[in-house]
Structures are given as C-alpha cells and as structure tokens.
C-alpha cells in the first residue's frame, strides 16, 4: 500500500535534518530532511512556521498556500522592492548571482537577519528575467544552470564562452549593457541550422535570446530572437 497522506491545508510538519534552522528562513529537502536553502535552491518546499530543533519536526508555510509571508532580510529592504533568493536561507533586495525572485516586500527592513512581510510570486511562473547572471568577464563562463539574462559589460575587444543547455526550454537573454569593444561569445554548441557557433555583440542594446531544444540525443542552444547579433563560426 502507498504510504501517503495528502495534506490540504497551507502548511505541513517535516524533519529538520542534523542543523537546526530558524524561524522564517526558507528550506528545502535533503535526503528526506529540512536543510537551509541557498540562493540558487529553486526547489524550496516553504519558509519555516517556528523554530526548527535538529532532527525535530516543524511545521513549514507551503509554497502554494495564501497570504502573505515573512521572511528573513539579508540587507536593508524597503517597501516595494521585489525581493530575491540569499544565502543561508534569507531573502534580499538585491539580486545576487543566481538569485531568485521571490515577491515584493509590502513592510521595511534596517539590518542583516530583520524580520519582515512580503507577497509571494506564486503563483505566478518565473520567468528568465526574474533570474539575473552576473557577467564573468572577459573569458569568463557564462553560468547555464538554469535560465535568466546576462548584462554584458565590455572594457575592449573581449571574450566569453557558453557550455551546453542543461535542459530542454531552457532559455538565457543577453545582452550588451555597455559597449567598450566588441564581445565574441563561443557556445559550446551549434546555434542555428547553419552550423554557427559564435555571437558577435558589436554595440550597446545589441540582444539574442537562446533557447534550449533536443537535437538527437544532445540538447543544443538555437537562437530564437536576435537583434544586433551576428552568428559566426570559429
């Protein structure tokens, strides 16, 4: 017989792990058991009720239930800022790299660790520009763990590189943000029926969307939607 026992209310008891967690921090499951999240942890399961003991249960506000939350500040927040994903399970008005949006702030924050009410996304689906990516730099790695965009800020003629999608609808926007010199982006694989592997951005506003489709047995970047942008081949 299945072991389940669906749960209809707002909230629900888990098991924090060995740690304990904080009241109002957000968590996600572990092997079975509550850990903090981070700020790339899309798959929360909610904002702990109480005070969660190590290896005690504690009851967890769902994602999905209504109302508003509270949450715990990494930084001073005002009133109307959309709020975003941090480290050691807090939220922040900042987007940091990797971030998620979470909602809109509706009380103030002061310092680290204040508590403080905001309204949740959901259940509104994000989007990739609710995930911003920090520029690498000149020969960096743009990061493809998840979808979002990436402001490029160049200094002179400079590169950058992009791995394989990671999954399939996956979808990053970039875009250069400031033109000191020309950006030469190499993807690891194939971005039209053409064969090309390189994107050109010569100018500011330049923009190409990437998204993520199976091609045989690999996944490969396509470039939907290009303005500016010129594909190449290296």
Same mark, same amino acid.
């Given at each position: 017989?299945?072991?389940?026992?669906?749960?209809?209310?707002?909230?629900?008891?888990?098991?924090?792990?060995?740690?304990?967690?904080?009241?109002?921090?957000?968590?996600?499951?572990?092997?079975?058991?509550?850990?903090?999240?981070?700020?790339?942890?899309?798959?929360?399961?909610?904002?702990?009720?109480?005070?969660?003991?190590?290896?005690?249960?504690?009851?967890?506000?769902?994602?999905?239930?209504?109302?508003?939350?509270?949450?715990?500040?990494?930084?001073?927040?005002?009133?109307?800022?959309?709020?975003? /994903?941090?480290?050691?399970?807090?939220?922040?008005?900042?987007?940091?790299?990797?971030?998620?949006?979470?909602?809109?702030?509706? /009380?103030?924050?002061?310092?680290?660790?204040?508590?403080?009410?905001?309204?949740?996304?959901?259940?509104?689906?994000?989007?990739?520009?609710?995930?911003?990516?920090?520029?690498?730099?000149?020969?960096?790695?743009?990061?493809?763990?998840?979808?979002?965009?990436?402001?490029?800020?160049?200094?002179?003629?400079?590169?950058?590189?992009?791995?394989?999608?990671?999954?399939?609808?996956?979808?990053?926007?970039?875009?250069?943000?400031?033109?000191?010199?020309?950006?030469?982006?190499?993807?690891?694989?194939?971005?039209?029926? /053409?064969?090309?592997?390189?994107?050109?951005?010569?100018?500011?506003?330049?923009?190409?969307?990437?998204?993520?489709?199976?091609?045989?047995?690999?996944?490969?970047? /396509?470039?939907?939607?290009?303005?500016?942008?010129?594909?190449?081949?290296?």
């Amino acid at each position: 017989m299945a072991n389940a026992c669906p749960n209809p209310g707002p909230t629900r008891t888990f098991i924090v792990g060995g740690t304990a967690i904080g009241q109002f921090l957000r968590a996600k499951l572990s092997a079975g058991v509550l850990v903090v999240a981070g700020i790339t942890d899309r798959e929360e399961v909610g904002i702990l009720q109480f005070d969660g003991s190590a290896s005690s249960p504690v009851s967890v506000v769902l994602p999905n239930s209504p109302g508003s939350r509270a949450g715990i500040c990494s930084e001073a927040i005002a009133v109307g800022d959309v709020v975003y /994903t941090a480290a050691a399970g807090k939220l922040s008005g900042t987007a940091g790299d990797g971030a998620i949006r979470r909602g809109i702030a509706v /009380t103030a924050t002061t310092a680290d660790g204040d508590v403080f009410e905001y309204l949740p996304d959901n259940p509104r689906k994000l989007l990739p520009e609710d995930n911003p990516i920090t520029d690498p730099g000149d020969a960096g790695a743009i990061p493809v763990t998840d979808s979002g965009y990436c402001n490029i800020v160049s200094a002179g003629a400079e590169t950058r590189t992009i791995a394989a999608p990671t999954f399939v609808g996956q979808k990053l926007i970039l875009n250069l943000h400031t033109d000191g010199g020309n950006v030469t982006v190499t993807v690891a694989t194939t971005v039209n029926q /053409t064969g090309n592997n390189t994107l050109v951005f010569g100018d500011a506003g330049d923009c190409v969307i990437l998204e993520a489709k199976q091609n045989g047995a690999n996944i490969r970047w /396509t470039v939907a939607t290009a303005d500016g942008v010129t594909p190449t081949t290296v």
